[in-house]
């Protein structure tokens, strides 16, 4: 098991990317959350299997056909970080 963290940039807020990334990590069993911050980017945190991992990763950089996804940061962290049983969206 890995956890990551990815903050993601561009036009994602708004565009139902945060509940796209809610039905593709409940499909695939990744725990984690996403949730808007700020400055208009989603920080997204999921820990699954590395396969699994590098599955969401790709979900998460490309985000659905109505978001414009511009960057994205992505560091592995420890998993103690990854504190719920599923995939959440945190407000």
């Known amino acids: 098991m890995i956890a990551r963290r990815w903050v993601v940039a561009g036009d994602v807020q708004g565009v139902g990317f ?4 809610l039905n593709q990590a409940q499909a695939l069993g990744v725990r984690g959350w996403a949730r808007n911050l700020p400055d208009g980017s989603v920080e997204v945190v999921g820990m699954a299997t590395a396969d ?3 599955v969401f990763e790709a ?3 490309q985000g ?3 978001a ?3 960057a994205v940061t992505a560091e592995d962290i420890p998993h103690e970080r990854v504190d ?4 959440i969206i945190k407000h």
């Open 18 to 21: 945060r509940w796209y990334l």
């Open 59 to 61: 979900l998460v950089r």
């Open 84 to 87: 719920s049983k599923s995939f």
């Open 64 to 66: 659905p056909s109505s």
């Open 52 to 54: 699994t991992v590098e």
């Open 68 to 70: 414009a996804v511009t």
